[in-house]
């Protein structure tokens, strides 16, 4: 049974920082895209970012780019998401994919993890 198991989140103030991690069991995903995605209050979900399997290349939401760090490690089966110089508007369910078939598009990812909670207070 595959798993993608998210840690990490929680509520941090604007201009704070955390680091969200997302394990993988059940198979390894060292070939294949992984990416984050969230969810906003009332919101539909959004791309984030994503890395090649070799972790050479990261793609970024433009609402992201510069503040959040995407990488990944096979050996662990696990990736991560450094996110810097938090705003409000970051406060969303935070989704790790994997087994994808695109970078930006959720609709190429075949598995999900359940979610972790960040909220940005101001």
């Known amino acids: 049974q595959v798993q993608l198991v998210e840690s990490g989140g929680g509520l941090v103030q604007a201009g704070g920082s955390l680091r969200l991690s997302c394990a993988a069991s059940?198979?390894?995903?060292?070939?294949?895209?992984r990416a984050w995605f969230r969810q906003p209050p009332g919101k539909e979900r959004e791309f984030v970012a994503a890395v090649s399997w070799s972790g050479v290349s990261t793609y970024y939401a433009e609402s992201v780019k510069g503040r959040f760090t995407i990488s990944r490690d096979n050996a662990r089966n696990t990736i991560y998401l450094q996110m810097n110089s938090l705003k409000p508007e970051d406060t969303a369910v935070y989704y790790c994919a994997a087994g994808g078939t695109s970078y930006r598009d959720s609709r190429g990812y075949d598995y999900w993890g359940q979610g972790t909670q960040v909220t940005v207070s101001s």
């Open positions: 059940g198979r390894t995903f060292s070939t294949y895209p």
